[in-house]
């Protein structure tokens, strides 16, 4: 499978732990983004990066939450001392940017959190 | 004012009419524009993009962009009960910057 990866497809956690999510692009793309949606509600934009640097920061983010990507490859999204508002699905997607203003995002099946 | 607005809906439509899906953006320098399709339970999938003023068609589906009034709409002929999703419309500020979604409408296609 060729598509963006996401793992793990379900997470729950008690209020107050920490929770790392991954998500593997698809090789060659070049930027991932990492997007919140809840029910009802369109992706909310989190962070995104081109290669290994993080370009923005959404800034309705908490410091709670923190992306990286290192070597441009994978990234993880952690968030900690997780509040029970922090339950969603967490989109990842990812592109390949040749410059230009068109750009087809690619999206993982996601992983649901649930924060009891 | 949000950067993307939708009308959430529910729109209900009957089998073969034309479904018409409207989205407003607050950024005057936005540059570029997209629709993605979102079925229940699954993951956005890119249906069509638009970057001049005017429509654009493809298939069964034409996009159309007012830049003067900052409106992007989604035509959908010959509505199908396959065509049933959440569509959601998605602005690009500026070249390289990040997409931004609205909340998304959904559209019922009865048979």
């Known amino acids: 499978d060729t598509g963006v990866s996401q793992n793990p497809r379900h997470k729950i956690t008690k209020r107050g732990q920490n929770v790392t999510f991954r998500c593997d692009p698809i090789s060659e793309h070049n930027r991932l983004y990492w997007y919140r949606q809840t029910l009802g509600q369109g992706p909310e934009f989190l962070t995104y990066?081109?290669?290994?640097?993080?370009?923005?920061k959404s800034r309705l983010l908490s410091d709670r939450f923190s992306a990286e990507r290192p070597k441009g490859s994978f990234s993880t999204l952690e968030i900690q001392r997780t509040e029970q508002g922090d339950s969603a699905m967490y989109l990842c997607?990812?592109?390949?940017?040749?410059?230009?203003?068109?750009?087809?995002?690619?999206f993982g099946s996601g992983t649901q959190l649930s924060v009891l | 004012q949000k950067e993307v607005e939708q009308n959430s809906g529910p729109l209900s439509v009957p089998e073969g009419a034309i479904a018409s899906l409207n989205c407003t953006y607050s950024?005057?320098?936005?540059?570029?524009f997209f629709w993605y399709r979102q079925y229940s339970g699954k993951s956005p999938e890119l249906i069509m993009s638009i970057y001049s003023n005017g429509d654009k068609e493809d298939g069964r589906f034409t996009a159309q962009l007012n830049k003067a009034s900052q409106y992007v709409s989604l035509l959908i002929r010959d509505s199908q009960p396959s065509d049933s999703a959440t569509y959601l419309c998605?602005?690009?500020?500026?070249?390289?910057?990040?997409?931004?979604f609205g909340q998304g409408t959904e559209l019922s296609v009865k048979p």
């Open positions: 997607a990812s592109s390949f940017l040749t410059g230009g203003t068109n750009e087809k995002l690619f």
């Open positions: 990066f081109q290669n290994e640097a993080q370009l923005e």
């Open positions: 998605a602005v690009k500020l500026y070249e390289g910057g990040k997409l931004i």
């Open positions: 950024d005057r320098g936005s540059q570029s």
